[in-house]
């Protein structure tokens, strides 16, 4: 079969009836039964950054090939299949074009690290060709495309694994055990912290789309733009067009913790002040915010969530991102293995020799507090006196995509650690803050509803837009 690396000229397009057309309507109809001894096929969708991680990790289980590379950048396709033969991975086959390796029969499941706006499309035109899905955080750009994913993976009955793998942490499922059996009693305020350096992205003229990177397909169903630098690879996170900042980034791991700790879903008012402070620079999305949730639990009692977003100097606080709290060791060694735990790269660390960024999360109750580090650690203090009490130390390892493989083959969604509708309810939380932060006001939302209220801006911004034919669709 000839690779899509060296034939692009891909123009058609996949809506739900062409899908249909095309026999690939459903999961039944699409997708093989797997027994326990079939190999998995699996397609990495966005193979520059976070999608290599995802190679390495699915290379380790046994009965699953990586048989397709997907990637825009011809470059980057290329590079990464030079770098999968130095790792003994039989040679993927490629495809730039998403829609074109959808209508392979063979992709048992596609594997998604794109930028965010393309997450939730993908999702579901995966979901609608009766492909498994695993999908990075987080699952949408905007509130309502999460929504529709969620939806269409309930309608194919596909399984879909969100990209929070702090939820296959052995510490951190320890202690949310522990939070729900009593030990720092009534939990009635959690906090996330992301904290993290983050050096300017500067200015950056457009110039010319670089050979071989497919710019209208990576630009998708964002507004079409001149190519910059600050548009592309990375920086896009930093454009609200493409992104959602940090608070979408690194930030939705602290949400997603901070929500299920406290024991919520969907909030009835959110808050969000900050801005894009120090830099001169094409940044949209604010490196300082911090936004607050309040919740109502079905007795009628009110819980409350804090998010907090700095990308320069700060501090450490309850010692989360220390290595001292990750289980001490060398110094200079527990900060190298926390900084590359929490995926921080050498610009983003700063000019702080190699500081550690502070990543984690805080559980305030009535008998005392917990405190979250780096996905892998927790420590407890208990009573007035702040009395050290449980706690544990367990290196992330690859359990979250052994967890979406076990579920591939069993059926059983509801094993899986982080499903896709948890992971649509902890990103609707970091929409919801990004809309009070742009239009500087207090959101009212309707958790039953999953609506805003009396607002029709913030409804208007949760919604989205998109550039044909990259159009999410109304009926899944």
């Known amino acids: 079969m000839q690779s899509n690396l060296e034939n692009p000229a891909r123009r058609s397009f996949l809506k739900a009836g062409a899908i249909a057309a095309a026999g690939l309507a459903t999961a039944s109809s699409a997708r093989k039964v797997l027994g326990a001894n079939d190999r998995i096929r699996i397609a990495v969708v966005g193979v ?11 290379r380790t289980i046994p009965g ?94 596909v399984i879909c694994e969100h990209g929070s793998q702090c939820r296959s942490s052995a510490a951190i499922v320890e202690a949310m055990d522990r939070m729900r059996s009593g030990l720092i009693g009534k939990v009635y305020m959690s906090r996330g ?12 003229l457009p110039e010319p789309v670089p050979a071989g990177v497919h710019y209208d397909l990576w630009t998708g169903p964002a507004p079409l733009k001149p190519f910059t630098k600050n548009r592309f690879h990375y920086n896009w996170h930093w454009i609200w067009d493409t992104g959602n900042g940090d608070l979408g980034n690194q930030g939705i791991h602290e949400v997603d913790l901070a929500r299920w700790g406290l024991g919520v879903e969907l909030p009835t008012k959110i808050t969000a002040v900050g801005g894009h ?20 639990t079905p007795e009628g009692k009110t819980k409350m969530m804090n998010f907090e977003v700095r990308g320069w100097m700060t501090n450490h606080e309850a010692g989360i991102g220390t290595s001292e709290f990750a289980g ?50 927790y420590k407890s203090f208990l009573g ?4 050290p009490g449980p706690e544990k130390h367990a290196r992330e390892g690859n359990e979250h995509f052994v967890n979406f493989i076990e579920c591939m083959r069993s059926r ?54 998109y550039r044909a034919p990259y159009i999410v669709p109304e009926q899944v």
């Open 64 to 157: 699953v090939e990586i048989a397709y590379f997907c990637d825009v950048d011809e470059n980057v396709l290329r590079k990464r299949l030079a770098d999968a033969e130095k790792l003994d991975i039989p040679k993927p086959q490629t495809y730039i074009d998403v829609r074109k390796l959808l209508e392979d029969k063979n992709v048992d499941a596609v594997s998604i690290a794109t930028p965010n706006h393309w997450h939730s499309l993908i999702g579901i035109w995966a979901a609608q060709a009766g492909k498994d899905i695993y999908i990075e955080k987080p699952c949408s750009h905007n509130w309502w495309e999460g929504r529709q994913l969620v939806r269409a993976v309930d309608k194919y009955k």
């Open 412 to 465: 059983k969604a509801e094993d899986l650690h982080a499903p896709i509708r948890e992971g649509y309810l902890s990103t609707t939380l970091v929409h919801l803050a990004n809309v009070s932060y742009r239009l500087g006001r207090t959101i009212h939302f309707d958790p039953e509803t999953e609506s805003v209220i009396g607002d029709s801006e913030a409804t208007e911004l949760l919604r989205g837009t």
């Open 384 to 387: 007035p006196n702040d009395e």
């Open 277 to 296: 402070f120090l830099f001169d620079d094409d940044q949209q999305t604010p490196n300082v915010l911090t936004a607050v949730y309040e919740f109502r």
């Open 328 to 377: 001490g060791g060398v110094p200079e060694a527990g900060l190298k293995a926390i900084a590359a735990q929490s995926g921080q790269s050498k610009k983003s660390l700063g000019p702080s020799s190699g500081k550690p960024s502070t990543i984690g999360n805080l559980y305030y109750g009535s008998k005392g507090y917990l405190a979250i580090s780096n996905y892998d650690s």
């Open 193 to 204: 912290l992301c904290y993290k350096w983050r050096d300017t992205i500067g200015h950056a």
């Open 48 to 58: 520059r950054g976070r999608g290599w991680d995802h190679v390495k990790g699915y």
